[in-house]
């Protein structure tokens, strides 16, 4: 364990494992063993009805990285209890999760469905797909993706509630209105110190919305 200071606060930092482990003690034994290394019926049932998930990535020196990824459920194809395939949609062609795969091809995803609390965590080795009848076969409204991510999973394991209902995610506890929240457009025109009127950036925000999900 160190020592830093913070803004006058003194913070000890953990630097090893075992540390860890005496603060936290041993994990239940459905915990310890709840790590599939394969898709069994449930994940692909979960995985099948999720619309959404976050794909965490990391560059080849390590530095991370973790995307946002939905669509309608079933959108993240289970080809069998050993690969999946994730359609990579229009975005902002900035392809930080493409780019690590390039040189790191580990990945972790985080499932989620809209009510249900738990959630599921994959782990695997990804490669990007440039072409395929699995891309023809994700196309929407004549829009084929121009890559996916094919996903060798390693390890498969559900997610306790704890997370979400803390957090109330699907109730409106802490929903809040767009009125509540300065528009993408004016946090883009704050932060990048831009001459573009916000109302400007927010209709061409809206555009791409309604024009370019696919």
């Given at each position: 364990?160190?020592?830093?200071?913070?803004?006058?606060?003194?913070?000890?930092?953990?630097?090893?494992?075992?540390?860890?482990?005496?603060?936290?003690?041993?994990?239940?034994?459905?915990a310890?063993?709840?790590?599939?290394?394969?898709?069994?019926?449930?994940?692909?049932?979960?995985?099948?009805?999720?619309?959404?998930?976050?794909?965490?990535?990391?560059?080849?020196?390590?530095?991370?990285d973790?995307?946002?990824?939905?669509?309608?459920?079933?959108?993240?194809?289970?080809?069998?209890?050993?690969?999946?395939?994730v359609?990579?949609?229009?975005?902002?062609?900035?392809?930080?999760?493409?780019?690590?795969?390039?040189?790191?091809?580990?990945?972790?995803?985080?499932?989620?469905?809209?009510?249900?609390?738990?959630?599921?965590?994959?782990?695997?080795?990804?490669?990007?797909?440039?072409?395929?009848?699995?891309?023809?076969?994700?196309?929407?409204?004549?829009?084929?993706?121009?890559?996916?991510?094919l996903?060798?999973?390693?390890?498969?394991?559900?997610?306790?509630?704890?997370?979400?209902?803390?957090?109330r995610?699907?109730?409106?506890?802490?929903?809040?209105?767009?009125?509540?929240?300065?528009?993408?457009?004016?946090?883009?025109?704050?932060?990048?110190?831009?001459?573009?009127?916000?109302?400007?950036?927010?209709?061409?925000?809206?555009?791409?919305?309604?024009?370019k999900?696919?």
């Amino acid at each position: 364990m160190k020592t830093e200071t913070y803004g006058g606060r003194v913070i000890e930092i953990a630097d090893s494992e075992s540390e860890l482990r005496d603060l936290y003690g041993p994990p239940s034994e459905i915990a310890a063993r709840k790590c599939l290394h394969r898709l069994d019926e449930h994940c692909r049932h979960f995985i099948k009805r999720s619309p959404f998930l976050c794909l965490s990535s990391a560059a080849a020196d390590g530095s991370a990285d973790i995307s946002p990824r939905g669509d309608a459920p079933g959108f993240v194809r289970v080809l069998d209890e050993q690969t999946l395939f994730v359609p990579d949609r229009l975005g902002n062609n900035r392809i930080d999760s493409l780019r690590n795969l390039m040189d790191n091809p580990h990945v972790g995803l985080l499932f989620l469905i809209p009510g249900i609390d738990e959630t599921l965590r994959v782990n695997g080795v990804a490669r990007v797909v440039l072409r395929s009848e699995l891309l023809d076969e994700c196309t929407v409204g004549g829009k084929t993706p121009r890559s996916g991510i094919l996903v060798e999973v390693r390890e498969a394991f559900l997610q306790c509630a704890k997370a979400l209902k803390r957090s109330r995610l699907w109730s409106d506890d802490y929903r809040l209105t767009q009125e509540q929240m300065p528009t993408l457009g004016k946090m883009l025109v704050d932060q990048l110190c831009l001459t573009t009127p916000v109302s400007e950036l927010d209709a061409m925000i809206d555009k791409a919305y309604r024009e370019k999900l696919y």
